[in-house]
């Protein structure tokens, strides 16, 4: 009995540290520009109604949508930081202010208001 056991702990800490392995490769490997990546924006909340795929090419400009977004999707290796107003101007909608939303890489959410415009940014190395 208890040469199974050792057998199958030693089998089990190979296979754990074999699927690390695989995992952390890649990831090392892939660009912004890889198509694993994937940042969008949509209309409604819960990430439905249009979708508005976000490149990945242009980052630290200002980009105002074309029709409010209610909820995104980030998962890249960049920041999405959403105004609530156009031109990437900070503040509550039709004010000025502090107050702007990051949609953090490898994250989804819900806006708090319908956003305007946005900026990527690169994550730091």
Do not use: W
């Amino acid at each position: 009995m208890p040469v199974r056991r050792k057998s199958f702990a030693i089998a089990a800490a190979t296979a754990a540290a074999l699927t690390l392995a695989a995992v952390a490769q890649p990831a090392a490997a892939t660009t912004q520009s890889d198509p694993e990546y994937f940042v969008s924006l949509y209309t409604r909340p819960d990430l439905t109604g249009t979708k508005t795929p976000i490149s990945l090419e242009i980052t630290g400009e200002c980009v105002n949508l074309p029709q409010p977004a209610e909820s995104g999707i980030d998962i890249a290796p960049v920041n999405l930081e959403i105004y609530f107003n156009a031109d990437c101007v900070k503040g509550f909608p039709g004010q000025t202010g502090d107050i702007y939303f990051i949609l953090g890489s490898l994250h989804a959410g819900n806006f708090p208001f319908p956003a305007m415009s946005y900026r990527v940014v690169p994550m730091i190395d």
